[in-house]
């Protein structure tokens, strides 16, 4: 997990695009036909007549099928915002028939809510208007298969440039594992599951939370847990080996995110962040919604046989208590682990994974 730029080694990078749907040597910008083939006829073969793909209702697209050993090193995409949460990212290492990450567009690239939040961390950086890009080092030892299946009922277009390097040994490296959940709302007194019953051995690296408040007052005393190695089978109730002091102490904040005068202020930084704030306008958009990412890079959490994660949602009552919530949370957790498949969550359908509160048309 660090960038070695000095080290020289015996590996060639190349690059997948629309340009070059295989990412063989030379093959880019030979394309005769593609989304930008009218804009370029006048000009002809190398003048961006492929920069994007239509995928169709229903339909799921390839957008990488790697041969051999190697490492993705970047992904940048970018599609309209109505796509964020009805496209699925999905990837396959070594000819798994099972994902090793499925996870809506948007939440992948930390930007879960439908609009834009400006993200500046090591790992994942979204730029005006939708730029996303991925730095997760992904690495695999016989192959890889990256999907984007479209549950909207309109086609949509894609933009997309993976880079990776062919050839270099994955000998040591884990796996990159992202599972997505959502709870809308969470049960009364239940805690939302992050992980839920991994097995292996490997190291937790990244959470994104996209948290939507339903009631009231301040949302965020709730402590992240971490299961380890064995936790949740110990006889005196399966306490967690680390836990944390409350969701804002987790993602590096403090005293409710609240600057005096300025209210909730966002913030995105290498590692952690808010970097969204969604305030009600008075209107449809009644609730607070809030995106929240925490990059375990220089602190990586290593387990040997077994993870789990989950976080409680906590308000306040009157006189000092504690006050269950039963907010919207939806969650992308990172990690890698020793094997390209593990036990996931069921995938929410279209409906279970929309955001509401979006303005309505006016009424003819």
Known sequence: ???????????????????????????????????????????????????????????????????????????????????????????????????????????????????????????????????????????YRSGARLTLENLADEPVTVYYQLTYEEGATQDGSGYLHAHFRRSNPLPYKQTHPIVDGVTGSGHYVGTYLAWGVNSPGWWGEGEVKFYLDGDREQPDGAFPTICGTGTEDYFGGAWNFDVPGQGYTSYTTPYLGMPQVIAPDGLYRSQQRFGMYRWHVPDPIRFAQDLSVDVQALGWRPNHRYRPLTDDIASTAFFYLDRPTAERPPFPGREQLEVTGEPMAPMQ
């Open 1 to 139: 997990m660090t960038f070695d730029l000095a080290r020289l080694r015996d590996a060639r990078t190349r690059s997948i695009s629309p340009e070059n749907f295989d990412g063989r040597k030379g093959g880019g910008a030979r394309a005769t036909e593609g989304t930008g083939a009218d804009c370029a006829r006048e000009l002809g073969i190398g003048w961006k007549i492929s920069p994007s793909v239509d995928i169709e209702p229903g339909a799921t697209f390839v957008l990488a099928e790697i041969d051999g050993p190697g490492v993705i090193e970047h992904l940048w995409a970018t599609t309209h915002r109505d796509n964020w949460r009805t496209l699925v990212l999905r990837a396959y290492w070594d000819g798994a028939a099972e994902p090793a990450i499925e996870v809506p567009f948007g939440d992948f690239f930390a930007n879960g809510w439908g609009q834009f939040a400006q993200v500046s961390s090591a790992m994942v950086a979204a730029n005006p208007h939708g730029g996303f890009n991925s730095y997760w080092p992904m690495p």
